[in-house]
């Protein structure tokens, strides 16, 4: 019922108030993450040498309110094959452990274990797997699609038609699904542009989106999980915002 042929008498104040002054937009995080203890191995703030399935074995469950993960899938290279697959700046790419499907999946499957209900994991995908469908990848899971952030990387990429200069970063969140009270950043763009000036890795993410991303949903000193860390720019972007990094990978 439009608010304006909305009589006061007709339901109780306290309702008649929450329902004119209901919005999604809160600039306060009302939730906490809950305390838990770490095992003596995993060290905080720190690039630990470890298969990241390992790492998340050892967390407990629903303690961590956000996640990242940007698979080390070569999807893209072994269907389209574009010929540059070892060479040049296509050899450091094509040297990368490949992650099928499936083992993508196991990795979801554990981020779901340990994040906290309304918890975030900020997925990394490029052009040819959005396209495809990312779905089967959050089989069996709490995870759902709430957003979406493209990131122009302000450089050419590979591509037969269109070059991709873009990566997108999509936004899943663990059940109760809300805004309200638990994502507190509201002027970060769904289109970022970020050059990389030092890329030290070929999958290489930008530190500045990251760490307004991880601003958004924790509070200072909550945990940031990365499971698969290459150049560990989450690490960065994480104690630059006085957040705890907790995170590995498998090259260390």
Known sequence: ?????????????????DLFSATVYSGERRIEAPAFDLPPDLKPNTRLKMDGLEFLSKIPP?????????????????RLAYGNE??????????????????????????????????????????????????????NTSLGIVDLVTWDKGM??????????????????????KAKGVWKVHNIPDVVRERITRKSHTHAKPVGLQGDLLSAVTNEGDFVID??????????????RGRTFLGCDVNG
């Open 1 to 17: 019922m439009p608010r304006s042929t909305l009589q006061s008498d007709e339901v109780p104040g306290h309702v008649a108030r």
């Open 62 to 78: 629903g303690v961590i309110p956000v996640a990242f993960l940007d698979p080390q899938y070569r999807g893209v290279l072994d």
């Open 86 to 139: 070892g060479k040049r700046r296509g050899q450091k790419r094509a040297a990368l452990m490949q992650m099928p499907d499936d083992v993508i999946g196991r990795f979801i499957l554990g981020i779901d274990r340990v994040l906290m209900p309304s918890g975030h994991l900020f997925l990394w995908v490029d052009k040819f797997h959005l396209c495809q469908g990312i779905r089967p990848w959050l089989e």
């Open 156 to 177: 050419f990429g590979m591509g037969y038609r269109t070059r991709r200069r873009g990566e997108h970063c999509v936004v899943l969140q663990q059940e109760p699904r």
């Open 227 to 240: 499971p698969a860390a290459g150049s560990f720019s989450v690490l960065t972007a994480a104690v630059s």
